[in-house]
């Protein structure tokens, strides 16, 4: 599809709200919405008197100029460090905007075990560091229960931790497909520059994104999984395969308690696994 069909689909779903009565819409940035702000009208006449715009096209559409962007630099990026600095200067999730600090990792990375989880949160937006807020907190408990410590520089002991996105989500809302989508090629070389012998996906965005999957962390978890990167560029870098496995997110822990039985299953697993490697 051309820009400019794409533009003129955009205005006629845009001007179809409006007429319906659909004022405002939640964007990206931040909204003050005590006021009526009438997003959809003002996107409706804006649209329409630009000319055809560069519009970052939906994942079924091709990838952005932004996808191409983040694998070129996640793919040139040697070292931790190297990632880190070049995810700094990408600008190409607009969450950034709204963050007050991008959360890396936090850990050993000479450790054995790597953690992927979603997204940071309000306290990890705050301090900059993954996994420092409520659900952290029983995140270290749990890890503690296999003997694990994120403090420890014994590597045997420690882990290391990252997310799928870098950037607090406003509200703390579930990431979009296409932030995902523009963060994998980021912490698919995060997982590469690691080298973990374990891979733990806590919480469905996170087992589903890196596993490629389309099933619910219900249905992901209790079996190890085989990670490989997706990002064809990466794939040229490594192929090496990573024994993973997929647990509940301690915030769903938070909320059903009764679960835990089931996390404690997973770390067994884990434990077990960890076994094979001393
Ligand atoms: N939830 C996550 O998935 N990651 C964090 O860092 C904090 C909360």
């Not at 319906?20 to 009438?38: F, M, N, P, S, Y």
């Not at 919480?203 to 978890?221: D, F, H, P, Q, T």
Request: proline content about 6%; hydrophobic content about 40%; some cysteine.
């Amino acid at each position: 599809m051309s820009r400019a069909a794409l533009q003129q689909e955009m205005i006629q779903a845009l001007a179809w709200y409006a007429d319906h009565g659909v004022r405002d819409i939640w964007l990206d940035e931040a909204q003050d919405h005590t006021k009526l702000i009438e997003t959809v009208p003002s996107l409706v006449s804006q649209i329409s008197q630009s000319q055809p715009v560069e519009v970052a096209a939906p994942a079924f559409l091709g990838k952005s100029d932004a996808y191409e962007e983040a694998v070129k630099l996640a793919a040139g990026a040697g070292t931790l460090e190297e990632l880190q600095s070049v995810l700094a200067e990408f600008d190409g999730i607009a969450l950034k905007k709204t963050a007050t600090n991008m959360v890396f990792c936090d850990g050993n990375p000479k450790a054995p075990v790597m953690l992927v989880g979603e997204a940071p949160g309000a306290d990890e937006d705050r301090q900059g560091k993954p996994f420092v807020g409520a659900s952290g907190q029983l995140l270290d408990k749990i890890l503690a229960c296999i003997g694990l410590d994120r403090c420890e520089e014994d590597p045997s002991k420690s882990i290391y931790i990252s997310n799928i996105l870098n950037w607090r989500p406003p509200g703390n809302r579930t990431p979009s497909p296409a932030e995902v989508e523009l963060s994998l090629p980021f912490i698919e070389r995060h997982i590469q520059l690691v080298q973990p012998k374990i891979l733990i996906l806590c919480g469905g965005v996170s087992a589903k994104a890196l596993l490629n999957r389309s099933e619910g962390i219900s249905r992901l978890r209790k079996t190890w999984h085989q990670y490989k990167p997706q990002t064809k560029e990466l794939v040229a870098i490594s192929t090496e395969s990573i024994p993973a496995i997929a647990t509940y997110h301690p915030s769903y822990l938070l909320r059903s308690p009764a679960q835990k039985k089931l996390v404690w299953a997973d770390m067994l697993e884990i434990a077990q696994k960890m076994n094979n490697f001393t």
